[in-house]
């Protein structure tokens, strides 16, 4: 085989190096995420040790590899190496987090944060060092193969540095678009572990059979021509190596500032990291292949690499300049898509354009960088392998520690804009390094380049705007589809209605409170761009999340909550008798922000019963050997990256082993940007653990999950004594609740209609997690889903799961009470279904009553049943009472109307209508049937199951003499109503017969897999 044939193949596999590369280090942070958790210094740690592999990988083998006889054999060594090691690795990871979790909860490490991140550090490093350092030593290996005379150093360092780098970006590809979002984590780098090892097979046979072709002798520079070679002293080549660790930690600190900027703009999702990564990663990839040009070898490549420093410094400050135009421009451009399933990937697409062209300058000049600096150290050395060893060592040391100082210091410290300016000054920097003590460079070329620098930087300090804060908290990743403002000045006018009265950019988030300039006392929690708690809209369900647990436990005490927010959540805890309230908060900001939220939370913060712990609240479960009584979590939305953990099935087990055995666990969820499909994979997720799950709502779009190991047995004596408590039904009243019937009219779904729900054949797990890759698409399409609506069993009175069912039976509700929950589902919980039903019972029992008929008629208007439609009819009756057409639209609004009013409190029969209905009725046997099949599923809708059976019982008589006759009427209907009828007189050996028949004749019937759940339940309790 030909040697160029070889380079070819083996340039092919160092694409794949590239690949596994990137996929690997996604991957490894996901795992290493699930015991040392997904805090800022648990990310960085990870992070900072994988690069510190890399640079340690690139140092050692650099030093050894100019004396490889054989270099690709090396390298396929290496590749088999980190395959084999891969393959383990879900197995090594599990077995050492188990390790690291028991014994920091055993030595207590939480309460030792010093000692805490030491050791994750020290987990970090036994997982990550060894594959990590394989990796960065099959850099310089694979150099010493390529170049083979040092006026090439350039161009095949570049071409290595290309083709690795554009492998990272396919690898981005694959990680954050395909492999972990279709297979799981397990899979992913199983299939990846398999790359490696091909791409090491393949390696190590060119190796054996063509050996000579590695017999390598590097051609020293006095043997090339040199007319375009350059003179390189020890100091020089001293401070090229510096420049390059300097320019290594002002890449870093850019990736991670370019990020935290770019969050406010295009959202926190996975697929909005990964687009950033792909931008990021894809100039450097540009700038590699962009130095591997024959045109830049009459360049003096010393010179050049300061040009290419002080290039990022400018082109950075100039894209910087426009940073508030982004988020206008991006909104104008998501007018050009349709919020749809279908446009969701071609607006990625346009994201990552956005990205790339703010990145493009500043990371083209940073991929020029490395290999430039690279051949400049070799031709000091006369040496590849070390000279790229070096280079790229420090470069990779230098990352390290702009991980480090980014995250702990500049951003903390100075914020966003003002570390921007560090990564600046470090590029100029690290070009007046070269510049001062360069020979090539006249006195005067020293002088004019380093005033020009300063000139522009200080410039640039001086002039450039103060950063608009409230741009960054705009959130326009929210409005995308909506109408944007005219215009630019538009944009900013329209946060003209609210004052920031705090804002602080941390090291996880940049967390501002702003406050309405109208109402002082509207106030809004915003994370990322993203309003995560407020005074206002969110209040009743910071409230109940609070209030639920206490008032349905009967004796809390230890409770755990789960994420601060505005703290009002705890603020309601804290109204019981409980003895210790414990958070787990991942942002020192958020808490920093507490005091502002003092009115709403009652000062929580500072009740000695509080412990609030700033850590991740899966650490923190599975570091903590406590039971509690109550576990509340309301973490932020499921579309933002790493949050879909919280809502995971090994997360709510964690949750279920921390409870008591008669704990309660409360889950927030969102149906507001949700489509079905992530609704019931976050219902299947939560029922999959708590066998007794129940559903209540608190704010129109907003769900409260509560599970629990055995089924929750409450005191209506109990709930009564809480709620008299003055602090508890202040708390209430400050939501609309004014008593005891109006918060359990909140339970919308009890354990058995929970059920009827779900199905666990899917569920979000953390190896392979769904609702990652499924919440941000629903996110874009920005519909509420209204999956749960169907199954509001306050309309059911054939069963008496719910509480207030109960409770009504023991303390019939008064007419103050009546009111108030009209009130509340008008107002708050928007349940306009159930507010027409209160207030047309209403109605009848106080006909005269002005507030009463009041209520009646928003809730007829809210529920959308149309007065003049019924006015009409009425009148048009009036005038042709014989005809049939007009007298069964009349009774179609009628039977519509009252189907809708009816509640568990009070059914409003439909019999007369359905009278109607059968009179007006052609005689012939098909319309016969056809009416009795409607009218029995109505009664049954209607939960008149005995007028549903006789309707059934007709249908049966005419099908008895004419079998055939089932051909020509809605059949899946008559067996659906069948099967149920049959349930609810537990007359099993019919409801089979029904449901076989139904499953022969419609298998894809839309009630079928409910009609399903019913039966398994019934079966369930009744065994």
Same mark, same amino acid.
């Given at each position: 085989?030909?040697?160029?044939? @070889? ?15 990137? =996929? ?20 960085? /740690? =990870? ?71 030491? /050791? ?30 040092? #006026? ?82 020890? #100091? ?29 703009? +295009? ?50 400050? +100039? ?29 990625? @697409? ?159 988030? /940049? @967390?501002?409170?702003? #406050? ?56 309601? $805890?804290?109204?019981?008798? $409980? ?98 499909? @992530? ?34 047995? =409450? ?64 996110? +874009? ?243």
């Amino acid at each position: 085989m030909q040697k160029q044939n @070889v380079r070819i193949v083996v340039s092919l596999l160092f694409v794949v190096s590239g690949i596994a590369g990137l =996929v690997y280090q996604v991957v490894w942070f996901k795992y290493l995420s699930l015991f040392l958790g997904n805090t800022t210094y648990a990310q960085m /740690t =990870v992070l900072a040790t994988f690069l510190g592999g890399l640079a340690l990988g690139n140092y050692l083998f650099g030093k050894k590899s100019d004396s490889f006889d054989n270099p690709v054999r090396i390298y396929s060594l290496l590749e088999l190496f980190i395959g084999a090691y891969c393959l383990l690795y879900p197995t090594i990871s599990s077995l050492v987090g188990n390790l690291f979790l028991s014994t920091a909860s055993n030595l207590d490490l939480i309460s030792k944060p010093f000692l805490f991140t030491g /050791t994750r550090f020290l987990v970090a490093g036994i997982l990550l060092l060894l594959p990590a350092t394989a990796m960065g030593g099959t850099l310089p290996v694979l150099s010493k193969f390529f170049v083979e005379r040092i #006026q090439d150093a350039r161009k095949e360092i570049a071409s290595l540095y290309f083709l690795n780098s554009f492998g990272a970006v396919v690898g981005v590809v694959f990680a954050g678009f395909v492999l972990i979002k279709e297979f799981g984590l397990d899979i992913t780098i199983y299939s990846t572990a398999f790359l490696n090892i091909i791409a090491g097979f393949v390696g190590f046979y060119l190796s054996k059979k063509q050996n000579k072709i590695f017999e390598l002798e590097l051609i020293p520079a006095e043997d090339a021509d040199n007319s375009n070679f350059f003179e390189v002293d020890k #100091q020089i080549a001293k401070r090229v190596v510096l420049v390059a660790g300097i320019s290594g930690m002002a890449a870093l600190l850019y990736e991670m500032v370019w990020v935290r900027l770019l969050i406010n703009f +295009f959202g926190s999702s996975t697929y909005a990291f990964s687009i950033m990564l792909m931008a990021f990663i894809g100039g450097i990839t540009i700038g590699s292949l962009v130095v591997t040009q024959n045109v830049l070898k009459k360049y003096n490549y010393v010179k050049l690499l300061t040009i290419l420093q002080s290039a990022i410094a400018f082109s950075t400050m +100039f894209v910087l300049l426009f940073y508030e135009r982004l988020p206008y421009s991006l909104w104008k451009v998501s007018m050009l898509f349709s919020k749809s399933q279908e446009s969701f990937e071609y607006f990625l @697409v346009v994201e990552f354009i956005f990205c790339f062209c703010l990145m493009l300058l500043p990371t083209l000049f940073m991929g020029m960088s490395l290999p430039v600096a690279s051949e400049i150290v070799s031709n000091f050395n006369k040496k590849i392998g070390v000279s790229v060893g070096q280079v790229f060592s420090v470069n990779t040391l230098g990352t390290v520690v702009g991980v480090i100082l980014t995250g702990l210091i500049f951003i903390p410290l100075f914020g966003i804009k003002s570390t921007f300016e560090i990564g600046i000054a470090l590029n100029l920097f690290g070009a007046f390094l070269l510049i001062s003590k360069y020979k090539f460079f006249s006195i005067k070329e020293k002088v004019s380049f380093s005033s020009i620098c300063a000139f522009v930087f200080f410039s640039y300090l001086v002039f450039s705007p103060r950063w608009n804060e409230k741009v960054l908290l705009s959130g326009v990743f929210r409005s995308f589809g909506a109408l944007p403002p005219s215009s630019f000045n538009e944009f900013t006018k329209g946060f003209s209605d609210e004052k920031i009265i705090f804002y602080k950019e941390g090291m996880s988030a /940049t @967390v501002a409170v702003t #406050q309405s300039i109208r109402n002082n006392v509207n106030k809004r929690l915003i994370i990322n761009g993203k309003p995560d708690a407020s005074t206002y809209f969110d209040m009743p369900t910071q409230v109940l999340l609070g209030e639920i647990p206490m008032m349905l436990h009967q004796n809390p005490k230890n409770i755990f909550v789960v994420g601060f927010g505005s703290g009002t959540t705890i603020g309601s $805890v804290l109204n019981s008798p $409980v003895k210790k309230v414990v958070c787990a908060e991942i942002s020192k900001e958020v808490i920093s922000a507490a005091a502002l939220f003092k009115r709403e939370n009652k000062n929580c913060i500072n009740d000695p019963r509080v412990n609030i712990i700033n850590e991740d609240a899966v650490t923190l479960l599975k570091l903590s050997k406590e039971k509690y009584d109550v576990i509340i979590s309301e973490p932020s939305n499921p579309w933002v990256a790493g949050i879909g953990n919280l809502f995971s099935k090994e997360y709510f087990e964690k949750c279920s082993a921390s409870l008591k055995e008669n704990g309660i666990m409360v889950q927030w969820f969102h149906l507001y940007e949700a489509d079905d499909d @992530v609704v019931k994979l976050v219902l299947n997720t939560f029922s999959s653990v708590f066998p007794y799950s129940q559903l209540w709502g608190g704010t129109a779009n907003d769900i409260i999950l509560v599970g629990s190991k055995k089924e929750i047995k =409450v005191s209506f004596e109990s709930i009564n004594s809480k709620f008299a408590s003055p602090l508890i039904k202040q708390d209430f009243e400050r939501i609309g609740i004014n008593n005891p019937f109006t918060f359990l009219a909140c339970q919308s779904v009890s354990p058995r209609g929970f059920f009827t729900m779900i199905n666990n054949s899917l569920v979000n797990s953390e190896i392979h997690p769904h609702l990652e890759f499924l919440a941000p698409r629903a996110f +874009f399409v920005g519909k509420p889903s209204n999956y749960i609506y169907s199954f509001d069993e306050k309309f059911d009175t054939l069963y008496s799961g719910l509480f207030i069912k109960e409770y009504a039976k023991k303390y019939p509700p008064q007419k103050n009470d009546l009111l108030n929950s009209v009130e509340y589902s008008l107002n708050v919980s928007n349940n306009y279904r159930f507010a027409f039903g209160i207030s047309k019972y209403l109605r009848e029992l106080f006909p005269n009553d002005y507030l009463s008929n009041f209520l009646y008629s928003l809730a007829f208007e809210k529920l959308g049943i149309i007065n003049a439609r019924r006015s009409s009819l009425e009148r048009m009756i009036n005038l042709f009472p014989d005809s049939l057409q007009i007298n069964k639209d009349y009774n179609n609004v009628l039977l519509n109307e009252k189907i809708n009013s009816s509640t568990f409190l009070h059914i409003f029969s439909i019999e007369n209508e359905t009278n109607s209905f059968i009179k007006t009725t052609k005689p012939d046997s098909v319309s016969r049937l056809s009416v009795y099949i409607q009218l029995a599923k109505a009664f049954l809708q209607n939960s008149e199951v005995l007028n549903a059976e006789k309707m059934l019982t007709f249908s049966e008589n005419y099908l008895r003499y004419s079998p055939l006759l089932i051909k020509s009427v809605r059949a899946d209907d008559f067996y659906y109503v069948g099967a149920m009828v049959n349930l609810y007189k537990k007359e099993y050996e019919k409801v089979f017969g029904y449901y076989l028949a139904l499953i022969n004749h419609n298998p894809n019937y839309e009630n079928l897999f409910r009609l399903r759940r019913l039966v398994s339940w019934h079966l369930k309790i009744d065994r």
